[in-house]
Nanobody, 117 residues
Framework: QVQLVESGGGLVQPGESLRLSCAAS????????MGWFRQAPGKQRELVAS???????NYADSVKGRGTISRDNAKSTVYLQMNSLKPEDTAVYYC???????????WGQGTQVTVSS
């Protein structure tokens, strides 16, 4: 089992930045692909970024150029740096572990990001 705890969300103004953290415990995540998702009210959950164990990253078009996913395996932590935030980035952000079946598991409780002036 893996426990994931997201943090770093908050209320920011458009154009500002946030760094979200996802701290894992219970089992090493160093060999797994990790993903950051978000879900806005009334919308489906969206995969915004992923990072493989080898550091290969992938981004949704909605955050490409503004988001950077990274990982520190020594700290069992995955990060999502979000720059130039827009109101449409407002959502609860979650991290998860990708299993061998390419599905995501072990969801955390999420961290709220609100972008508003």
């Amino acid at each position: 089992q893996v426990q994931l705890v997201e943090s770093g969300g908050g209320l920011v103004q458009p154009g500002e930045s946030l760094r979200l953290s996802c701290a894992a415990s219970g089992r090493t995540i160093s060999t797994y692909t990790m993903g950051w998702f978000r879900q806005a009210p009334g919308k489906q959950r969206e995969l915004v970024a992923s990072i493989t164990s080898g550091g290969i990253t992938n981004y949704a078009d909605s955050v490409k150029g503004r988001g950077t996913i990274s990982r520190d395996n020594a700290k069992s932590t995955v990060y999502l740096q979000m720059n130039s935030l827009k109101p449409e980035d407002t959502a609860v952000y979650y991290c998860a572990v990708r299993g061998g079946d390419y599905k995501y598991y072990y969801w955390g409780q999420g961290t709220q990001v609100t972008v508003s002036s």
